[in-house]
Structures are given as C-alpha cells and as structure tokens.
C-alpha cells in the first residue's frame, strides 16, 4: 500500500512564531487517517501548509510520487489535493446546486468519479435542499455541502478540517456516516479533529499532535485501546 500524501520534517510558522516543528505524516492510499489533538495542538496549521495555503518554513511535502513543497493552492488543487477548511466556506447567494456545479471538474487524468446525481445518491439531505440558497443552510447543511462541493472535483485526497466542530451530536453523527461511507468505498482522507469518539469510528489510522509534534501513531482500534494516549494527550 502506497503512500499518497505524506510530510518529511514540516515546519511552518505564523509570523515568527513556529507552529510546527518537523512534522512526519503519512497517509496511505484508500485510508482514512485522523489527526487527533487539542484545540491549538496544530492541526488546522498542519492542513493548511499541506493544502498550501499555509508556505512550509522547512521540510518536504511529497503528494501522489510528487514534490509540491512550493507548488501554490491552486496547483495542489489541480494535481487533485482537495481541501476543506474549517469554516464551511459556502457561496452563500447561490443555492445548494449551483454550489456543486462551480466546483464540477475532471479529477487527475480525466477521471469522473462524481457527478451531481452521485451527490444526490450519498447526500439525501442536499437533494431536499437542492434549490435553497446556501446562506440559508444550518451548520450541519452547510458542513454536508462544503464536503459534497470538495468530491465534485474528483480528488485523490480529501483533506477535511474539524468537520464536526461546533454542531449537535446528531449532525455530528450524519456527517461521520457520510466520512465512513467514503472511506469504505475507497476514498483517501486525513481528517483532523479534536473530537476522538467521532474520528475511532470512521479512521484506519491515527496520529496524535502535541504542541506542534507527531507524539504518538497507532492504528484506531489500538488507539481506543490506549488509555494512557488518550489522558495525556486528547482528555478534555
């Protein structure tokens, strides 16, 4: 099993206050990898400079066999690195489908993996939704949106930021369903979260970040398991 995205010693900053201080990640093909840390542990650092949108400041991004170290946003977008950030960035005049339909592209090497109707299939509730305007969504709606609008580019991987954070344990539990669904059917995903119930159902894998640190890798299941990871580094 190959690796499709992976980190050798990543650094990054904001400003001149490090964030993240030689970060090794790996996510394997067709699995679904949780980033599991405290809120300012570095995650959303550590996503954002995977995505580009954050420079690397040291160290080495290698994605699908290549070097994206400096490629910019746009470029990792087009090699098929799929990002979606934590603040559910909807086109909020716009309605659920229209959504969809500005993000619609062949994925690497011309695939079409998604459509509108497979959209349609795996998000029953954005086919009630189809012609409200995105603005007027709930949290959870727009969660489901952001997610659906980041498949219709057909990527290689989906990299998905606290997706869970801020709404109700039901939402919560629709949006995990979906995360689960993907990976089963073959999807690549790092998803970092702070929330450890949510990703042990739905990853293969985990890594824990600590301060800006990869302090501990295990499988879900091991991970669950782990008591003591899980008092020092993810109990509330």
Same mark, same amino acid.
């Not at 040291?58 to 990792?76: K, L, N, Q, S």
């Not at 977008?77 to 979606?84: C, N, P």
């Not at 293969?204 to 669950?224: F, P, S």
């Given at each position: 099993m190959?690796?499709l995205?992976r980190?050798e010693?990543?650094?990054?900053y !904001?400003?001149?206050? *490090?964030?993240?201080f030689d970060?090794?990640?790996?996510?394997?093909?067709?699995?679904t990898?949780?980033l599991?840390g405290?809120?300012g542990?570095?995650?959303?650092t550590t996503m954002k400079?995977?995505?580009g949108?954050l420079?690397?400041r040291g160290?080495?991004?290698?994605?699908?066999g290549?070097?994206?170290t400096t490629?910019?946003a746009h @470029?990792r977008?087009q090699l098929g690195?799929? !990002?979606?950030p934590?603040d559910?960035?909807?086109?909020?005049?716009h309605?659920?489908?229209?959504?969809?339909l500005?993000a619609a592209?062949?994925?690497?090497g011309?695939?079409?993996?998604?459509?509108?109707?497979r959209?349609?299939?795996?998000f029953p509730l954005?086919?009630?939704l *189809?012609?409200r305007?995105?603005?007027? /969504?709930?949290?959870g709606e727009?969660? /489901?949106?952001?997610i659906a609008r $980041?498949?219709?580019?057909?990527?290689?991987?989906? /990299?998905?930021?606290?997706p869970?954070?801020?709404l109700?344990?039901?939402?919560?539990?629709?949006?995990g =369903?979906?995360?689960?669904?993907l990976?089963?059917?073959?999807a690549?995903?790092?998803? $970092?979260e702070q929330?450890? &119930?949510f990703?042990?159902?739905?990853?293969?894998d985990?890594a @824990?970040i600590?301060?800006?640190?990869?302090? &501990?890798?295990?499988?879900? =299941?091991? /991970?669950?398991a782990?008591a003591?990871?899980r008092?020092r580094y993810l109990?509330m």
């Amino acid at each position: 099993m190959s690796d499709l995205l992976r980190a050798e010693k990543l650094s990054a900053y !904001y400003g001149a206050s *490090r964030i993240l201080f030689d970060i090794d990640l790996a996510l394997a093909e067709k699995r679904t990898l949780a980033l599991l840390g405290r809120n300012g542990a570095g995650k959303s650092t550590t996503m954002k400079t995977l995505a580009g949108v954050l420079p690397a400041r040291g160290g080495r991004i290698f994605f699908a066999g290549r070097d994206i170290t400096t490629a910019p946003a746009h @470029v990792r977008a087009q090699l098929g690195l799929a !990002y979606v950030p934590e603040d559910r960035q909807v086109f909020p005049e716009h309605t659920v489908e229209d959504n969809l339909l500005i993000a619609a592209k062949p994925g690497p090497g011309g695939r079409v993996d998604w459509t509108v109707p497979r959209v349609w299939e795996t998000f029953p509730l954005l086919t009630r939704l *189809r012609a409200r305007q995105a603005g007027r /969504l709930s949290g959870g709606e727009q969660q /489901l949106l952001v997610i659906a609008r $980041a498949l219709m580019g057909n990527p290689l991987v989906l /990299l998905l930021d606290e997706p869970s954070e801020g709404l109700a344990p039901i939402v919560v539990a629709s949006i995990g =369903k979906v995360v689960r669904e993907l990976g089963a059917s073959g999807a690549t995903i790092l998803l $970092a979260e702070q929330n450890m &119930h949510f990703c042990l159902r739905i990853s293969d894998d985990t890594a @824990v970040i600590d301060k800006g640190q990869i302090v &501990h890798r295990q499988d879900a =299941k091991g /991970l669950a398991a782990n008591a003591e990871i899980r008092r020092r580094y993810l109990a509330m």
